[in-house]
T-cell receptor, first 115, second 114 residues
């Protein structure tokens, strides 16, 4: 079985400062990794995904994440945040074997940008 | 525009009543999913379906039922057996092919028991 841990439930950051949201996963097989963003009372929108290849993945809105297999991590980063980045962020994992595509989510990190 | 439509956006239910949440997609995706979201608990999988006329229980299926009679539709019924149904419900779909498990989400239905 796979699992995802987001250690920080809330992260306050000043506007234009850098941010890192942490995500660690556990799985007995190789995985695909995702970061989703959720604005209040809305569904989830994909920020970026790691399927294979380069371990540094770039996504929308200036976000990027790095897959580290040895540390089983997939931390999300942005060099300079904006007020509009205030939202909840979810890390998710799915197994790579066909027939088991369901996603397992972390508990989320609420990012608050301080003007 | 292609996407996933959930209805209604807000739903109120009296205790002891069954209620059905609608989810329709026009993305031609094979797989569909229902998640429940509670504050501080992230998203938990209720049911999923990878093909028409077939579905599997997720992690918290008790008190819920689904059907998948058409590829485009995956309704969720919250039964009176669900002891704490007040939550935000999210439907998603994906192509369910190896290497392409990106899920697309609807805007959610907020269910409140009154």
């Amino acid at each position: 079985a796979q699992s995802v841990t987001q250690l920080d439930s809330q992260v306050p950051v000043f506007e234009e400062a850098p941010v890192e949201l942490r995500c660690n996963y556990s799985s007995s097989v190789s995985v695909y990794l995702f970061w989703y963003v959720q604005y209040p009372n809305q569904g989830l929108q994909l920020l970026l995904k790691y399927l294979s290849g380069s371990t540094l993945v770039k996504g929308i809105n200036g976000f990027e994440a790095e897959f580290n297999k040895s540390q089983t991590s997939f931390h999300l980063r942005k060099p300079s945040v904006h007020i509009s980045d205030t939202a909840e962020y979810f890390c998710a994992v799915s197994e790579t074997n066909f027939g088991n595509e369901k996603l397992t989510f972390g508990t989320g990190t609420r990012l608050t940008i301080i003007p | 525009d292609g996407g996933i439509t959930q209805s209604p956006k807000y739903l109120f239910r009296k205790e002891g009543q069954n209620v059905t949440l609608s989810c329709e997609q026009n993305l031609n995706h094979d797989a569909m999913y229902w998640y429940r979201q509670d504050p501080g608990q992230g998203l938990r999988l209720i049911y999923y379906s990878q093909i028409v006329n077939d579905f599997q229980k997720g992690d918290i299926a008790e008190g819920y039922s689904v059907s998948r009679e058409k590829k485009e539709s995956f309704p969720l019924t919250v039964t009176s057996a669900q002891k704490n149904p007040t939550a935000f419900y999210l439907c998603a779909s994906s192509m369910a092919r190896q290497g392409n498990t990106e899920a697309f989400f609807g805007q959610g239905t907020r269910l409140t028991v009154v």
